[in-house]
Antibody, heavy 121, light 107 residues
């Protein structure tokens, strides 16, 4: 069955960088959109970014645009989130999720377990 | 950007009760709405998409309705394992905004 495993979280100082990885298995990775969604401690869900199966379509939330970059390597069945200029408010559990449905209408139907990013001096 | 507003923010009900959660979009989103359940310490789990389509494996006591701006998630008979926070999400276009969540507890 479909499985997503995130890695790369940790403690980083404000202004620092971190790259998150999400390894997929159990499905044809290149056929699916992939998203990153985060959840600050004790808070709700915040969508961060998504990328199409081919990598040609990418969107970012306003809160991370210009600082975060999403990309994928379909040969490695992996999607990544490069996070630069990190701020305290980026502290959260980061989930990757698979998007299922048509190219104009897809929902996140499979989620990883999440990886914690803490931005603190 | 379209805002998603859930109500109530929390509720307490007895086992067997019918529970209703609402989600309102600030502009019409047709039926491009999903509902997720998140249990403490776990990743969210897709319950319903296209406003009313039950995801495979989800118990039939969960149902969704609505279109345009007003949507509802109903649990027909609340069970102890339904204790969780429930989120709606629009997916008609980016940003794919979530509601603020509704925490459901057992009375």
């Amino acid at each position: 069955q479909a499985q997503l495993v995130e890695s790369g979280g940790g403690l980083v100082k404000p202004g620092g960088s971190l790259r998150l990885s999400c390894a997929a298995s159990g499905f044809s990775f290149s056929d699916f959109y992939m998203s990153w969604i985060r959840q600050a401690p004790g808070k709700g869900l915040e969508w961060v970014s998504y990328i199409s199966g081919s990598g040609s379509t990418i969107y970012y939330a306003d809160s991370v645009r210009g600082r975060f970059s999403i990309f994928r390597d379909n040969a490695k069945n992996s999607v990544y989130l490069q996070m630069n200029s990190l701020r305290a408010e980026d502290t959260a559990v980061y989930y990757c999720a698979r998007g299922s449905g048509s190219s104009w209408s897809w929902r996140e139907d499979c989620w990883g377990q999440g990886t914690l990013v803490t931005v603190s001096s | 950007d379209i805002q998603m507003t859930q109500s109530p923010s929390s509720l307490s009900a007895s086992v067997g009760d019918r529970v209703t959660i609402t989600c309102r979009a600030s502009q019409g989103i047709s039926n491009y709405l999903a509902w997720y359940q998140q249990k403490p310490g776990k990743a969210p789990n897709l319950l319903i998409y296209a406003a009313s389509t039950l995801q495979s494996g989800v118990p039939f006591r969960f149902s969704g309705s609505g279109s345009g701006t007003d949507f509802t998630l109903t649990i027909s008979s609340l069970q102890p394992e339904d204790v969780a926070t429930y989120y709606c999400q629009k997916y008609d276009s980016a940003p794919r905004t979530f509601g603020q969540g509704t925490k459901v507890e057992i009375k």
